[in-house]
T-cell receptor, first 113, second 114 residues
Framework: NAGVTQTPKFQVLKTGQSMTLQCAQDMNHEYMSWYRQDPGMGLRLIHYSVGAGITDQGEVPNGYNVSRSTTEDFPLRLLSAAPSQTSVYFC????????????FGPGTRLTVT | AQSVTQPDIHITVSEGASLELRCNYS??????LFWYVQSPGQGLQLLLK??????LVQGIKGFEAEFKRSQSSFNLRKPSVHWSDAAEYFC????????????FGSGTRLQVQP
């Protein structure tokens, strides 16, 4: 198993550009989530999904969209990037809502200029 | 709403010394508690978790943590630190209802001196 994979590893955007951060898992996990990590603030939940076709907002959803058309993939879209979205983004998955073991991807470092 | 506080932003210990990283949480019921470690440029790895039962839990890499309900704490300990333990450590809490997502503390960066 590859676990949780994220692409790209690094990205630089200009303000106003759009892009999609990719996340995939091959463990047949129902529950997937996106976090952003900023210095001194830990990880904050952006969006999450409890299964294909079902998504919901986390703590900091503004400026981000998600969709979950398959169990494996959970892309995160920035429609109009802003400097405040400069961060490291982590995707995570676990078997289902009740399970405890959560697996994290390696992260995507995004800079918006 | 649940919250997690890690009061120490940065800790430096000598190799071979003992370590304690503090974590306090705010939550109405007994939470599910976790400690994660993040090495530079890496994702997060689960060190240990507490759900119920014995309040002293053992994890990987020689770490342990003790749940103290009266103090709303879940401190991480290691009796003898190795240079490879230098990393950032995150405490997290999870509710057993609703979105059941992890809420993280702000992290403690551990530096190990030779």
């Amino acid at each position: 198993n590859a676990g949780v994979t994220q692409t790209p590893k690094f990205q630089v955007l200009k303000t106003g550009q759009s892009m999609t951060l990719q996340c995939a898992q091959d463990m047949n996990h129902e529950y997937m989530s996106w976090y952003r990590q900023d210095p001194g603030m830990g990880l904050r939940l952006i969006h999450y999904s409890v299964g294909a076709g079902i998504t919901d907002q986390g703590e900091v959803p503004n400026g981000y969209n998600v969709s979950r058309s398959t169990t494996e993939d959970f892309p995160l879209r920035l429609l109009s990037a802003a400097p405040s979205q400069t961060s490291v983004y982590f995707c995570a998955s676990r078997l289902d809502r009740a399970s405890y073991e959560q697996y994290f991807g390696p992260g995507t470092r995004l800079t918006v200029t | 709403a649940q919250s997690v506080t890690q009061p120490d932003i940065h800790i430096t210990v000598s190799e071979g010394a003992s370590l304690e990283l503090r974590c306090n949480y705010s939550y109405g019921a007994t939470p599910y508690l976790f400690w994660y470690v993040q090495s530079p440029g890496q994702g997060l790895q689960l060190l240990l978790k507490y759900f119920s039962g014995d309040t002293l839990v053992q994890g990987i890499k020689g770490f342990e943590a003790e749940f103290k309900r009266s103090q709303s704490s879940f401190n991480l300990r290691k009796p003898s630190v190795h240079w490879s333990d230098a990393a950032e450590y995150f405490c997290a809490v999870r509710m057993d209802t609703g979105r059941r997502a992890l809420t993280f503390g702000s992290g403690t960066r551990l530096q190990v001196q030779p």
